[in-house]
């Protein structure tokens, strides 16, 4: 148990369907981070908010929204997905400022058919 | 080329043997980190150095800054230690780790 929580932990959704990704930390912590795990590659860096600002947006496409409505918590909204936006999404939050440890959720398996 | 190169890919191991793990870069860093990814997902910050050597239990992480190369090693294998490691870079002020592609160890019976 990591103090970072996630859900749903697995997703499965239609190209038409909207849904929403909730992860919540207890570490307060005033970073939060999602990532995109896909097989068999490098974590990517989806999004970072530091003290509820969005400091990084690394190129995602729209129909991946994220929201932070406190330092606590994280969403990331999907709607219109592709089926190779399947992957597992990761959650993680640490101290904003360098040299930091992060701490991972343990991830929303997501499968879009 | 890669900005990190981690060593293996894959590697299977008899419970008990001394376990290394390396990861190699190529750029200026100001810390580096060593986490573990179980097969169910959930990532576990294991380790993150700047210089010289840590250790946690039967792990242990070394860092030449000069070489630009890690080292993880496990000793006294395990199989509970079958997981996928993973080395990241940090640089400095932002928040984005550089992530290597990750070494999966399995450790038999």
């Known amino acids: 148990e990591t103090g970072v929580t996630q859900t749903p932990r697995h997703l499965v959704m239609g190209m038409t369907n909207k849904k929403s990704l909730k992860c919540e930390q207890h570490?307060?912590?005033?970073?939060m981070y999602w990532y995109k795990q896909s097989a068999k590659k490098p974590l990517e860096l989806m999004f970072v908010y530091s003290l509820e600002e969005r400091v990084e947006n690394n190129s995602v496409p729209s129909r991946f929204s994220p929201e932070c409505p406190n330092s606590s918590h994280l969403f990331l909204h999907l709607h219109t997905l592709q089926p190779e936006d399947s992957a597992l999404y990761l959650c993680?939050?640490?101290?904003?400022?360098?040299?930091?440890?992060?701490?991972f959720g343990p991830g929303t398996r997501l499968t879009v058919t | 080329k890669n900005e990190v190169e981690q060593s293996p890919q894959n590697l299977t191991a008899q419970e008990g043997e001394f376990i290394t793990i390396n990861c190699s870069y190529s750029?200026?860093?100001?810390?580096l980190h060593w986490l573990q990814q179980h097969p169910g997902g959930g990532i576990v910050s294991l380790f993150m150095l700047s210089s010289g050597k840590k250790k946690h239990g039967r792990l242990i992480a070394t860092i030449n800054i000069q070489e630009k190369h890690s080292s993880l090693h496990i000793t006294a294998s395990h199989p509970r230690d079958s997981a996928v490691y993973i080395c990241a870079l940090e640089r400095g002020s932002n928040y984005q780790l550089i992530w290597g592609a990750g070494t999966k160890l399995i450790i038999k019976p």
């Open positions: 750029v200026g860093i100001s810390a």
């Open positions: 570490l307060g912590h005033n970073a």
């Open positions: 993680a939050s640490s101290q904003a400022g360098a040299s930091y440890e992060q701490y």
